[in-house]
């Protein structure tokens, strides 16, 4: 908006713009003015009345002239406002039709009337402080809102409503906040609410809480109701951690102590077995974890509670969904004997994937374990595929117990657990792993039969036998896999561990320099049923460097080969091409739709792009339905629509494609999903306003009820963002670029003054 009042300005051209430019212009007009009176002064046909015409078309001419010297212009300032973001999310799911708000009003028109009255504000931050409003709704999904819609949503899906527009808004620079106006009956069971908050609050952006509805709104009933279920990781790697958290609803039985019962492929499992008190109405979040099977395939995943004494429905108590084991799982346990910047911290980056659990243990004294650290060793409890050890010597690794060092050698041998040393100050034959740490000793490809550090320059290079290895290949085709290996400004170590010489059976990966005959810097053996790794050096992460700042050859390199060091040691680098299908849930409403991802992954483990796909999805009824994939940036999509009928559904998948070799894959995969028929949203009659005020504190904001929005809109108007300046308009604009209608008219208006002061004076014969 322009300011009510218009500045006028000057802006003289040089030299008039200096000091005494305003006295020398007067000083002008007066010695025209002389001039022409004493040249007409006492002509014969100079009369006083020509002779004042001609004095008044000069001025005016003088006048022009002295006007486009000044340039004066009227200057209209506004103010530039730094554009924002503001989001307002209501509420459109069914229990919104319920009539508990005042004068009789039902949850969602009392929403309609404060959201009318908001509009004045609204338009007022979008007018004076460049705000972009945007008004959405939400049940099951998130839509622009409509006035005239009935709410009949059938969930209250907070925590997918606002991960929905966090992926669609969530990257705005200036984000004002989330107003959320809802009755706060959750029962969305795709993303946890609170989380989804938080990454709210994270952006810098507050969640606001404004509820509607009344909290003594009630059925009258007393019911046990698992509202949702939510498997993570999804799908879960062999043998890793599987936490299911559920959400439980317990009006009637508030501070109830009751059992909550984990099943998996309708086996309870004993030990994850919890006693959780529900001390509320609704909302109790409950979290139970157990180790996912070491085999693949899919599993069923079901919690149950125990009906209670006078509850009204029984048939609402357990809860089931399923969860994918995936195949490739790995779980690494990496043990440090110090803290170190570097190479951990790029082993982590390159080991950072969905398939990988990387737990790592860092140990700064050589003291008797923790009981913590010491459970990191019951294998019996918790399996590793692959153990790293880092600079660490044998009595920190072993908090001085030798039956430490003994367990990780029967994994080894007996259980096929890969391990690998790293180089460093304490390790190989520099710490006292020859004496205290011979069972481990033993089992390593080198002899020991060396000490020290190497301080120079080295370059790593696979042998020819490496160059046929897994662990090495970084490119299919050998002759490109070498040609990167010698790439010239790889960057080279700034030395190495000295570590004996290899044993008989053990194989040279790489040497230092010389393919030939350098120093061993990679030997592997195969110890039992399991392998192990010797690696030279602690620098590997300098790897990384290579390409930049122009490419990330560098960082590809090192997570895949590192990848490819674990897939070796836990023996999974055979693993042929493979079919994987990944639901977005496994657990919907009916009616509701289904999106899900497909691949085809080859032997690499990397995903084949051109890849062929033949799904169907097959109903509790039996009947098929054939899809279509469509490919995006995050895979092969598709969407399953036809959830009509509750039960189980099945997606099959077949895909074929070509592997980096040149060679032809092909496979199946199955995936199954449960629909339910929905009636939560209406089981809960009360508003939850203690939800939205967990919600709120979440998301860094306040939790208000909704008739206090017109008076916070109004307050956030006070509260604008930084400016970034003032935009002024001048009328006219002297200094335009372009010729305008108005300098076009002024140098008109000149000329024609001038010319009519001569016409003047030639008819009057004063020329």
């Not at 200057?75 to 924002?84: E, Q, Y």
């Not at 060679?663 to 809960?684: H, K, M, P, W």
């Amino acid at each position: 908006m322009f300011n009510d009042s218009l500045t006028l300005t000057t802006d003289p051209a040089f030299p008039w713009s200096l000091s005494y430019g305003g006295a020398g212009l007067v000083l002008v007009a007066l010695v025209l003015g002389g001039l022409t009176l004493w040249t007409y002064l006492g002509a014969s046909l100079a009369s006083a009345r020509r002779t004042f015409i001609v004095l008044c078309l000069r001025f005016l001419a003088l006048l022009l002239a002295i006007l486009a010297v000044l340039r004066p212009s009227f200057a209209a300032r506004d103010d530039l406002k730094t554009p924002s973001v503001l989001i307002l999310l209501v509420d459109a799911s069914e229990s919104m039709s319920i009539t508990d708000e005042y004068s009789n009003l039902s949850r969602w028109n009392a929403q309609k009337l404060i959201l009318e009255k908001c509009q004045p504000a609204l338009q007022q931050l979008r007018d004076e402080q460049n705000v972009t409003v945007y008004l959405k709704m939400f049940a099951e999904d998130v839509r622009d809102y409509d006035q005239n819609r009935v709410p009949d949503g059938k969930r209250t899906d907070i925590g997918g409503a606002l991960h929905q527009l966090f992926q669609e808004h969530g990257q705005e620079r200036y984000l004002r906040g989330l107003l959320l106006l809802s009755d706060g009956a959750d029962n969305g069971a795709r993303f946890l609410a609170t989380a989804e908050a938080e990454r709210w609050r994270r952006r810098s952006c507050p969640v606001q809480s404004f509820s509607l509805g009344q909290t003594t709104t009630s059925s009258k009933q007393q019911d046990i109701n698992l509202v949702s279920i939510t498997p993570t990781p999804s799908p879960v790697p062999v043998k890793n951690k599987l936490t299911v958290a559920v959400v439980i609803d317990a009006p009637g039985y508030e501070n109830a102590l009751v059992p909550v019962r984990l099943f998996i492929d309708d086996k309870e499992v004993k030990e994850a077995l919890v006693e959780e008190r529900l001390t509320r109405p609704t909302g109790n979040e409950v979290k139970l974890s157990v180790n996912a099977p070491d085999k693949p395939g899919e599993m069923k995943v079901t919690v149950k509670v125990e009906p209670q004494l006078g509850e009204v429905v029984q048939g609402n108590n357990e809860i089931s969904t399923y969860v994918t084991v995936a195949k490739e799982g790995l779980s690494v346990l990496y043990v440090e004997g110090k803290l170190r910047a570097w190479e951990p911290t790029f082993i982590r980056r390159a080991l950072t994937d969905p398939r990988i659990r990387l737990d790592q243990l860092v140990r700064l004294s050589d003291d008797p374990l923790s009981p913590t650290e010491a459970a990191v060793f019951r294998f019996d409890k918790q399996h590793y595929d692959v153990i790293i050890l880092g600079d660490i010597s044998a009595r920190r690794l072993s908090g001085g117990d030798p039956a430490v060092l003994a367990r990780i050698r029967d994994q080894v041998v007996n259980h096929g657990t890969g391990l690998m040393m790293l180089g460093g100050r304490d390790t190989f034959g520099n710490g006292d792993w020859k004496t205290f740490g011979k069972p481990l000793a033993d089992i390593l490809p080198v002899d020991l039969s060396e000490s020290d550090q190497a301080e120079t320059l080295v370059r790593m290079l696979p042998t020819r036998q490496g160059l046929d290895q897994f662990v090495m290949r970084l490119a299919a085709d050998p002759k490109k896999n070498q040609a990167l290996w010698e790439r010239e400004d790889l960057p080279r170590f700034t030395g190495y561990t000295r570590m004996g010489r290899p044993k008989l059976q053990a194989i040279v990966l790489a040497r230092a320099n010389d393919a030939l005959t350098g120093a061993p810097l990679l030997v592997s053996q195969e110890v039992g049923n399991g392998r192990v790794l010797a690696f030279a050096s602690d620098e590997s992460w300098l790897w990384t460097k290579l390409g930049l700042p122009k490419s990330r050859d560098g960082v590809a390199m090192h997570g895949q080969f590192w990848k490819q060091v674990a897939l070796w040691l836990a023996k999974q680098e055979e693993a042929t091409g493979n079919v994987w299908i990944k639901p977005d849930a496994r657990r919907i409403p009916a009616g509701d739709k289904l999106g899900f991802t497909v691949g085809l992954r080859g032997k690499s483990g990397l995903d084949l792009h051109d890849a062929e796909f033949n799904v169907r999805v097959i109903g509790p009824n039996q009947a098929e339905h054939a899809l279509t994939t469509n490919r995006e940036a995050a895979g092969q999509r598709g969407v399953f629509t036809r959830t009509e009928l509750a039960g189980e559904y099945r997606i099959v998948v077949r895909a074929r494609g070509k592997d980096a070799d040149g060679q032809d894959i092909s496979g199946e995969a199955t995936s199954r999903f449960l629909v339910y028929q929905d009636t939560a949203e209406l089981a809960r009659q009360a508003a939850d306003h203690e939800f939205l005020a967990r919600l709120a504190n979440a998301g860094g904001g306040k939790a208000l009820r909704a008739e206090d929005l017109p008076a916070f809109l109004a307050d956030l108007r006070n509260q604008p963002l930084p400016q970034r300046g003032q935009k002024v308009e001048l009328y006219p604009d002297w200094r335009s670029n372009r010729l305008s209608g108005f300098l076009v008219v002024y140098f008109l208006l000149f000329v024609a003054v001038l010319s009519l002061e001569w016409v003047l004076r030639r008819r009057w014969g004063l020329v």
